[in-house]
């Protein structure tokens, strides 16, 4: 076992196992900066909807995005697809297939690892862990059946610590 990945994965669980959603305004000054420095556009409604998702504690889906941005002006769905498709281009978010909901990435992925989403069926929060070591084993399986993964994402479906809380 390679305690420095696993010591890296533990990192990340115990910075996000907190519920604690604080620090928004980090994620959104984190975005702007990482758009920036990449020559993205962060156009106000790529902006709107990325401080939707980062102040919201939970994933969001496609419509409820719509939904809360449609209480400001007239806005389509299309428009937040789009949004959506570029923060994730951009590696601002992540999209839960499992659910089809999307969230605020809080760290910044290496290119050797995967990332491990666990979605609480009961409350609808998402933790994500990153490892090398689930990344070597993913691939080393694919390279069995000569399979090559383009993008290496794992969703776990399960109940967080905080729903398991007896009361
Ligand atoms: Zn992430
Ligand atoms: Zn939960």
């Known amino acids: 076992m390679d305690t420095a990945k696993d ?33 993205l556009q962060f156009t106000p409604l790529r902006r709107r909807v990325f401080e939707e998702l980062a102040g919201s504690g939970t994933a969001l889906g496609a419509y409820d995005l719509v939904e809360r941005l449609g209480r400001e002006r007239r806005i389509s769905p299309i428009s937040v697809y789009r949004a959506l498709d570029f923060l994730i281009e951009a590696g601002l978010i992540h999209r839960i297939a499992l659910r089809n909901t999307y969230l605020p990435c809080h760290h910044a992925h290496g290119p050797g690892e995967t990332t491990v989403f666990l979605v609480c069926a009961t409350c609808g929060n998402v933790d994500e862990i990153a490892s090398k070591a689930v990344a070597q084993d993913l691939d080393g399986m694919a390279a069995t059946v000569d399979f090559k993964p383009h993008s290496r994402a794992v969703e776990l479906e399960g109940e967080c610590a905080a729903c398991r809380e007896p009361g």
């Open 7 to 39: 010591a890296n994965a533990r990192s990340h669980a115990a910075a996000r196992n907190s519920h604690d959603h604080a620090g928004m305004g980090d994620l959104v000054a984190h975005a702007v900066g990482h758009c920036r420095e990449r020559g």
